[in-house]
């Protein structure tokens, strides 16, 4: 079993508010049907859920009991779930979409979440869930789909992860000019820069390298790679090293 992430920089156009990338998502799916891998799909908000997040103050990190912020914010990211599940299934992927919160118990995945996954799995059918409005301890708080692939991982030990975005994989520094890191490992975290985070209120690629880092501790590998290139995306998910960064997974006690 393999979990993509499928960035809200590959399925949206993130400049651009409440826009979603149908030719991407389109090319994007018959690859996925084409590596006849078992997939757990999580995608992100992209220019919908981080716009209205934005828009209505929900970006503090604090929780938050703004009920228009939260519906509103809620409402553009459903909207997104429900267009991206129609063109998967058009190219021919049997998706089962359920908010995280069927998940969740206390921002806690509930071992439930194991049974949920392994039966939706056991007929084919791929599960699909997403970064949402999550309730928190006194209120509500935005759960990124990094977060959510970072806890299946612990919990499911899946073969490998892959995170699709809108670059080839990470480099030292933002920007075209610094090339990609073909592997990443603990000891280089700390030379990593990252461009200040725009249109994204869940920290961007730094707090994806950080989620990353967390899987790749539990013995699993992790690759990033450009969900709106073919070849590199059919790589990693293949788990074949130059379909972009890869952090390799190790074990803490080592
Ligand atoms: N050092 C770096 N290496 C690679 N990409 C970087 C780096 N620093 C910043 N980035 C940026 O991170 C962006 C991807 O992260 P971002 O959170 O925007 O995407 P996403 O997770 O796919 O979207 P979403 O959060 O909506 O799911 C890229 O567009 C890239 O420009
Ligand atoms: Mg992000």
């Known amino acids: 079993m393999i979990i993509v992430k499928l960035g809200g920089s ?6 651009t508010p409440l826009t979603i990338n149908r030719e991407a998502i389109a ?14 799909i999580v995608h992100g908000a992209g ?14 990190g604090e929780e938050t009991r703004n009920p228009e912020g939260i519906a509103r914010t809620r409402d553009s990211v459903l909207h997104l779930n429900l267009s991206l599940t129609k063109i998967l ?18 921002g806690k995945l509930e071992t439930h979440a194991n049974k949920v996954i392994t039966e939706i799995m056991k007929i ?20 990124s789909g990094d977060v959510i692939v970072r806890d299946l991982a612990i919990l499911l030990k899946p073969e490998r ?27 280089m975290i700390h030379k990593l820069s990252f461009s200040k985070v725009r249109n994204d209120v869940t920290g961007g690629m730094e707090s994806k390298v950080l989620e990353a880092m967390r899987i790749a501790g539990q013995g699993i590998d992790v690759f990033f790679t450009n969900g709106l290139r073919r070849d590199r995306l059919m790589k990693a ?4 090293k130059d379909g972009g960064t890869v952090i390799r997974g190790f074990n803490y006690e080592n």
């Open 237 to 240: 998910l293949k788990g074949e």
């Open 161 to 187: 992860i892959v995170f699709a975005s809108d670059v080839d994989g990470i480099s030292e520094k933002p920007g075209k000019k610094s090339p990609i890191l073909r592997e990443l490992d603990r000891g």
């Open 124 to 143: 084919n059918l791929i599960p699909l869930t997403y970064g949402d409005v999550m309730l928190g301890e006194n209120g509500f708080r935005i759960m």
């Open 89 to 106: 299934q058009e190219s021919g992927l049997n998706i089962y979409s359920f908010p995280p919160i069927a998940l969740y118990r206390e």
């Open 47 to 60: 220019s919908f859920g981080h716009y209205n997040a934005g828009r209505f103050g929900l970006d503090s």
């Open 10 to 15: 590959v399925i949206t156009k993130k400049a």
């Open 27 to 40: 090319q994007l799916a018959t690859t996925l049907k084409e590596s006849r891998v078992p997939l757990i």
